[in-house]
């Protein structure tokens, strides 16, 4: 059975870093893409970043260029998404998806994590 599990949110302050995980179990990491996406108070769901199945291609939301990474270690079986110099407007929900191919756009993603909260506040 495929699952999804997020791990490694939490509250921090403006301009700190966080490290969120996501591991993947019932299915090869490296066969699928795999895509990290957020979700605000009264906002709609949106991606932030993801990454190829089989060669790294990875791609970002112009929101996070810079600031966030997206990796993949198929030996654990997890993806990861490092946050850097976060701000307020980063809060959220974020989720991680299983994809066919790596694009920001939620509908290309068939299964979900169950989502971790992610404050930045002072």
């Known amino acids: 059975q495929l699952q999804l599990v997020e791990s490694g949110g939490g509250l921090v302050q403006p301009g700190g870093s966080l490290r969120l995980s996501c591991l993947a179990s019932?299915?090869?990491?490296?066969?699928?893409?795999i895509g990290w996406f957020r979700q605000a108070p009264g906002k709609e769901r949106e991606g932030v970043a993801c990454i190829s199945r089989g060669l790294t291609i990875t791609k970002y939301a112009d929101s996070v260029k810079g600031r966030f990474a997206i990796s993949r270690d198929t030996a654990k079986s997890t993806v990861y998404l490092q946050m850097s110099s976060l701000k307020p407007e980063d809060t959220a929900i974020y989720y991680c998806?299983?994809?066919?191919?790596?694009?920001?756009?939620?509908?290309?993603?068939?299964?979900w994590g169950q989502g971790i909260q992610v404050t930045v506040s002072s």
């Open positions: 019932g299915f090869n990491l490296r066969d699928y893409a």
């Open positions: 998806a299983v994809g066919r191919r790596y694009t920001l756009a939620t509908s290309e993603y068939d299964y």
